[in-house]
Each structure stands twice: as structure tokens, then as C-alpha cells.
């Protein structure tokens, strides 16, 4: 089956680090993509995605690279702000209207 | 951007007692909604899935006759916890999907604390 790897935290970075969550996943065929963020008490925000191979996914200084031939998705971020700590998920869908696949989820703490 | 609104953000009910949660696609219509439920520090669990005007599919392990899911229009789906008890507290999550590819919106969880 389906199924999303994620590195465990939490993690823990001074302001203006570069942050890198792995994640790897196993599905057949080319699912789509997802990073999510989820910060204190509330639901998940869609962060990027990506719905094929090499392409990209993007949003507010955070990328991630569809890699077929390595089954990846790690996102990064060049320099952290405090405000970016919360709980990142990887997650994949293999079709519409499936259900999404998560990973764990990896706390990230942004110290000032 | 897609919103889905969930209500209530926190309940607190007492032993016994059946809550309702709510979950509105707000601009545009959900086919499928999910529910997950989320123990502090771990992932989201896939209690089950609902299409408009089905009935739910329950994950395994998932009572379905204590966990009620009607999804009776394209913009609203309830959960509704009956004869909760305390190791039914935890955060519950809703999200919706208009059918496409592009990901599913989220709720912003509803906080279930049973005394």
C-alpha cells in the first residue's frame, strides 16, 4: 500500500538556519504531492505541492522537488523565522477523491 | 481559496452526552469530506470517508455507530460523537475535496474534551 516516511523531530533551529524535512514515499504509479503545516491548535494549511515529476512546489520561501527516481519530496527553507515553527506533514494522493496518505509530521521549534 | 469552516473550535461535554461537529465547505462544493481525529504530538487518523448523499466508509478499528457521519449536502458534513467518554477527547479534523487533484482544504479542528 501506501505509505509516507518522514523524518522525526522535533526539530530545533536558531533564526535564519536553513531547514531541510525529508520525506519519501512509497506508491505505485505517480501520486501527487503535498507539504502541510499545522501550527499551534489549529487545522492544516496546505504549504505546496506537486503533482508530477521534477516539478517544484513553492510557497512563502519553502520548496520541495518531486524526485520519481528517489521516491522524495524533502522540503527546505534557505533561513527560518520564529514564526515557522509548527508541525510540517508530507502527504500523497494517489487519485481524486482518494483519501491522502501522511506522513508523521515533524515538529519544527524556530528559537530567536 | 477554498475555506472549509469547522464548529465548534472547542467543546467540553460531559459523560454520556453526544456532540455535534460541523463542517462547511464554504465557496465551492465538497463531494468528498473526511474526518480524521489527531492524539497531541502524532499524525492524523483517518476515522472516514463521506460522499454527499452516501453513506460513510469508516476506516477499520472506527465505530461507526459512535462516530455518526451524515453528509447530507455538497457544503456540509457533521460528525457527531455519541455517549462520548473521556478517551474520546482528543482534536478532530475535517477536510473537503471539490474532486480535483489539487488537494483537499482543511477545517481548523474542533478540541473535544469529555469530563
Known amino acids: 500500500g501506501n505509505s509516507v516516511t518522514q523524518m522525526e523531530g522535533p526539530v530545533t533551529l536558531s533564526e535564519e538556519a536553513f531547514l531541510t524535512i525529508n520525506c519519501t514515499y512509497t506508491?505505485?504509479?505517480?501520486?501527487?504531492l503535498f507539504w502541510y503545516v499545522q501550527y499551534p491548535g489549529e487545522g492544516l494549511q496546505l504549504l505546496l505541492k506537486?503533482?508530477?515529476?521534477?516539478d517544484k512546489g513553492s510557497n512563502k520561501g519553502f520548496e520541495a522537488t518531486y524526485r520519481k527516481e528517489t521516491t522524495s519530496f524533502h522540503l527546505e527553507k534557505g533561513s527560518v523565522q520564529v514564526s515557522d515553527s509548527a508541525v510540517y506533514f508530507c502527504a500523497l494522493l494517489k487519485a481524486a477523491g482518494n483519501k491522502l496518505t501522511f506522513g508523521g509530521g515533524t515538529r519544527v521549534l524556530v528559537k530567536p | 481559496g477554498a475555506v472549509v469552516s469547522q464548529h465548534p473550535s472547542r467543546v467540553i461535554c460531559k459523560s454520556g452526552t453526544s456532540v455535534k461537529i460541523e463542517c462547511r465547505s464554504l465557496?465551492?462544493?465538497?463531494?468528498?469530506m473526511f474526518w480524521y481525529r489527531q492524539f497531541p504530538k502524532q499524525s492524523l487518523m483517518l476515522m472516514a470517508t463521506?460522499?454527499?448523499?452516501?453513506?460513510?466508509?469508516?476506516e477499520q478499528g472506527v465505530e461507526k455507530d459512535k462516530f455518526l457521519i451524515n453528509h447530507a449536502s455538497l457544503t456540509l458534513s457533521t460528525l457527531t460523537v455519541t455517549s462520548a467518554h473521556p478517551e474520546d477527547s482528543s482534536f478532530y479534523i475535517c477536510s473537503a475535496s471539490a474532486g480535483s487533484f489539487a488537494g483537499y482544504t482543511f477545517g481548523s479542528g474542533t478540541r473535544l474534551t469529555v469530563v
Open positions: 506537486a503533482t508530477k515529476a521534477d
Open positions: 506508491a505505485t504509479g505517480y501520486p501527487s
Open positions: 463521506s460522499n454527499e448523499g452516501s453513506k460513510a466508509t469508516y
Open positions: 465557496d465551492f462544493q465538497a463531494t468528498t
